[in-house]
């Protein structure tokens, strides 16, 4: 699926990992930890999705190695630092946003695609923590990963969501008339639903939004940053559904416009025009765009396939209609 690696491979496959050590930590390592055949983790992500994923792979990996684990979403009200000081967990998985420096505890190197999470550990487990990060940048876009994302995304995980704001992505994706996981797909490639995402061009939010028209403060709001995205969406519909052979078209010409701008998209479609190529279909449109100077055309093709792979990733993993 292109170049796009996700970061919940990278931490299931870590799961394993961390399984094998806990179990041949030395005798100067936690005794705990040495003697347990069952491996507990606790997991605390933003986005949903990753959560349940990387639950899923790590189950088969490790139960397959033939040892027990339970690996858990935090719950309702818990400090998962505080589990993992008092040694009822053994790992946690979270967001680095999320971490604050406690006594006692450690972090691997940041992992993803913005390098937004990382495992917490005990810091008497240094040889852990020097190895893991040592795996972690070894198998970082391998295709390893990429074979056991495939494998394991065949079947259905029940992950309750895609992210936390599921509710307000199905309303803005109503009023577009687009399925709700199209434009969760969009989200998670223009923030990877971090509501404090920005850009050096300066973006904002889940959609990274640029306007003079809302403050700032007012686009970190995941509400008012869906509805103005959801409000400039609708504009690039009704802008391009003259050209486009059909919805479907329609839908890439306006991704493609909302990661490179309009104007340039049409610049794209006028070059098509006079080049004899039928402008009202995406793929024959995409085929002139290096013949078009002025943006990074190439970025904006990568970006329209990758949103649809995405998309194609939650049908599967969510096939049924979402209320």
Known sequence: MGKKVLTASIISVSVLIIAGLLLRQSSREEPLVKEMRTIHGTISLQNSREVGVATAI??????????????????????PIDSLLSLATDFLITDYSDTLERAGLVLSNPVGDYDEI???IREENQLLLKTLNSRLNEIAGSDHIKRIRKDHLKG???????????????GGAASLGWDWRLLAALIYHESRFHVDAGSGKGAIGLMQIRTQRVSQDSLRDPAVNIAVGTTYLRKLQRLFSPIAADDTECMKFVLAAYNAG???????IKQARESGVDCSRWKEVASVIPDVRGFRGRETVSYVTNVLDTWADYCRIYPETMP
Do not use: Q
């Not at 790590?58 to 400090?79: F, Q």
């Open 262 to 268: 309009e104007g340039n998209i049409l610049r794209c």
């Open 58 to 79: 790590a189950k088969g990996l490790i139960g397959g190695a033939g040892y027990n684990t339970e690996i858990r979403k935090a719950l309702p009200g818990e400090s």
């Open 118 to 120: 990382v495992w917490v």
């Open 156 to 170: 259905k995980y029940d992950i309750g969501a895609i992210s936390r704001y599921d509710k307000l992505i199905r």
